[in-house]
């Protein structure tokens, strides 16, 4: 199931599927991400840096990425679009 991120705010996912199998984000200035297993006080998984009018995604294979207490998209900084897909 694909969702669209909350541009320039945090989007919380926690109660959706729990594997995510790729994710795509776009910057028009600069960026910082951070995909977190579970809330906001949650573990950093990975972070996303881009620089202005850039673009960053991948697709993390047939057995995707676990986050056993749900994802949570962090906007750290900047104004981005993008979306996630979660099975």
């Known amino acids: 199931m694909y969702y669209l991120l909350n541009a320039g705010s945090d989007t919380?996912?926690?109660a959706k599927s729990k594997t995510?199998?790729?994710?795509?984000?776009?910057a028009a200035a600069?960026?910082?991400v951070n995909f977190k297993n579970g809330g906001?006080?949650?573990d950093i998984v990975f972070q996303v840096q881009l620089a202005g009018a850039s673009s960053a995604g991948e697709i993390m294979g047939h057995k995707g990425m676990i986050f056993?207490?749900?994802l949570y998209v962090d906007w750290v900084s900047g104004a981005v679009t993008g979306s996630v897909d979660l099975d």
């Open 40 to 42: 906001t006080g949650g």
């Open 30 to 32: 600069g960026a910082v």
């Open 68 to 70: 056993p207490a749900g």
């Open 20 to 26: 995510l199998r790729s994710w795509h984000i776009s």
């Open 12 to 14: 919380d996912l926690t």
